[in-house]
């Protein structure tokens, strides 16, 4: 397990230090996360160490949310305050995000 946690250390340092030596507007976590999709694509396979520390980590996901919650009450007045601007960019994505999500579907049915 401590090599599973190591590994997706190592690839999330090294997503954070691609995004920041290139200045790309992507978090860090998110290249790592890519160039370790990447490399177990190249191997072929998911060694069992790494699936089954990965598959206890999306277990407890939830509580990854407790921190953006605590986030939100923190800023409750705020949002109170722009709760019109927040609400339309949350409809907008949505509507875009679903519309975007059938085209792709349709494209790749044909």
Request: charge should be positive; glycine fraction near 8%; aromatic fraction near 8%.
């Amino acid at each position: 397990m401590l090599a599973a946690f190591t590994l997706l250390l190592v690839y999330q340092l090294i997503g954070e230090a691609v995004v920041h030596f290139a200045a790309l507007p992507v978090p860090g976590p998110v290249v790592g996360m890519l160039l370790l999709f990447l490399t177990l694509l190249a191997r072929g396979a998911t060694p069992d160490w790494l699936r089954s520390t990965c598959n206890a980590l999306l277990a407890h996901l939830s509580l990854l949310f407790v921190p953006a919650g605590v986030g939100v009450m923190l800023h409750f007045q705020r949002l109170g305050a722009e709760w019109l601007p927040i609400a339309v960019a949350l409809v907008a994505s949505t509507v875009i995000t679903i519309g975007v999500t059938a085209l792709v579907m349709k494209g790749l049915q044909r």
